[in-house]
């Protein structure tokens, strides 16, 4: 009985991937780099060599599908990706019939941060909500939405672009295109580029006379109260907390759930997100909306896209 | 046959109310006028009285429900009114009973927004659309959401409050209690405040120098191409093109339409919201997105809520 499938999250330095079982469980992993320069074949050839390690160890005739999650815009029914800023080479690629073809396996491809909201929904932090919201912080910001108990994924399968909100409203150029949008003020990214806008503030701050400063080590300096580090994480809350008040008054989510590796310096700017939420939004789905963190971290995506693979 | 039914919006300063029969054909109106600071006796039996004289036209075993729009938030499923910022002695009133109670009809209401929405998906600019987002610009901003066909009302019933995305950080103060709200710059109450603001910067401009000016006002100087007319449209347009752009982003929307009075002034402002759109979306969605007028006018309410009360 093919009880399994393969599921994969293909961001824009790495190639990760699992063997995952109905119930969740995760039987085995395989890991590839992926270039950002690199071509579409070169890619895909990843993923098919990644996925036979994966298919060597649990047998092919075990295996269902294969689900890939990718940090781009596509047409989920057609399983063709359209835009894809981290790994430009796959625009227009027809991913889920390659994948067919060179696998034998049904292939089911979906948005990285929809992933991640469906992984969340079936095993984590949202299950039983019927409407969330899930914000994932790293590279960049990415989201997802569920919409009575389902994925919602527009009329084009791009909804859920949460990082590109705006909160500025001439503020710093943004990767899209635009500006002053969230993922400029809330992403692993940004912590950084801020720490260094404002280093000549906090001349005391060791973080300040830091080189090289990595948001790792932003968030070392803010457990040890560095009021540099504690300033960025205030100000990249109150902007999170902006985007997030427009979706309270939206979408009147019953939860929003914040992952991704940022949100594990969730205490040190949470407040501030909370505090702009209550501001902004109206005080009924300002007091209705549950904030809390995902539970299932970097698996969230591969779990959720292997999910969409099992019911597809 | 009871094959009708009365539908009303309630709105700060008039209730409106018609006779709607299952194909959407009005069969007659009433009418009142609603004060702001009257209690919610007061209004309540105004709508029992405008709905007495739709029964005494009809005869009441003709009509098989009674549906109220209203510009609050409310808990759809249990017919109660939560926060009405225009008639605050509604807060908390059990409308639908009430009205069952005095009417012995069986009652639905609903948000004005979400109602305007429906209507326009049944009868309107939305018609076959699967997602849409309806923007009402009146003397506030209101919005209403269909996705997937239907309407969406978050977990509580208020979702679809477009007027209050932010779009200017620390911006005009709103009477949602936040500030920046997109409502505070592309309502008519907005064009209104914008033209005094800029009529010093405008000093050859006719409509500068007029006193108690209207949008109305506004409107036809702008037709003249008056130049404070022109940039009040033009600034008013880039506003709500900044929220729509996020909606754009954030949901994919296969339409966004856009009524109320002001979008009677189409032509003045919606190079200007187009332009914003395109520039701080997404390509995929931003070209996707159809950007028209609602077409039902006023009726859009009414029409919408006579559906909800035909099917409940």
Redesign the interface.
């Known amino acids: 009985m093919n009880d399994t499938v393969i599921a994969a999250d293909l961001g824009g330095t790495n190639l990760r991937m699992a063997v995952v079982s109905r119930d969740g469980t995760i039987l085995t992993r395989a890991r590839r780099t992926t270039l950002s320069d690199a071509t579409s074949e070169v890619i895909v050839s990843e993923i098919v060599d990644a996925a036979n390690e994966c298919i060597a160890t649990i047998g092919h005739g075990k295996i269902e599908a294969i689900g890939v999650a990718v940090a781009a815009?596509l047409d989920f029914d057609a399983g063709i990706l359209?835009?894809s800023p981290n790994l430009p080479s796959l625009n227009g690629l027809r991913l889920r019939d390659q994948l067919f073809e060179r696998l034998g396996l049904r292939a089911v491809i979906d948005n990285d941060g929809t992933a991640a909201a469906v992984g969340e929904h079936w095993l984590g932090a949202t299950q039983g909500t019927?409407?969330s919201v899930c914000v994932t912080l790293g590279t960049g910001v990415g989201?997802g939405?569920i919409?009575d108990g389902k994925p919602?994924?527009?009329?084009?399968?791009?909804?859920?672009?949460?990082g590109?909100?705006?909160?500025?409203?001439e503020g710093y150029p943004c990767g899209?295109?635009?500006h002053g949008c969230v993922e400029q003020y809330a992403s692993a990214t940004a912590l950084v580029r801020m720490a260094k806008e404002l280093a000549k503030s906090f001349p005391g701050s060791p973080l300040a006379s830091k080189s090289d400063v990595t948001g790792a080590d932003i968030y070392d300096a803010g457990l040890q109260s560095d009021p540099l580090a504690l300033e960025v994480f205030s100000i990249m809350g109150a902007y999170l907390g902006?985007a997030l008040?427009?979706?309270v008054?939206?979408?009147?989510?019953?939860i929003i759930i914040v992952g991704g590796g940022v949100a594990g310096a969730w205490d040190l700017f949470i407040g501030s997100v909370s505090r702009e939420i209550v501001?902004?939004?109206?005080?009924?789905?300002a007091e209705?909306v549950k904030l809390i963190r995902a539970k299932l971290g970097d698996d969230a995506g591969i779990l959720g896209v292997a999910q969409l693979a099992f019911q597809r």
């Open positions: 815009a359209k835009n019927k409407n989201g939405l919409f919602y994924r527009g009329i084009d399968g791009t909804a859920g672009e949460i590109h909100i705006g909160v500025e409203k899209c295109g635009s902006m008040a427009d979706l008054n939206v979408l009147n989510p019953e501001r902004r939004s109206f005080r009924e789905p209705r």
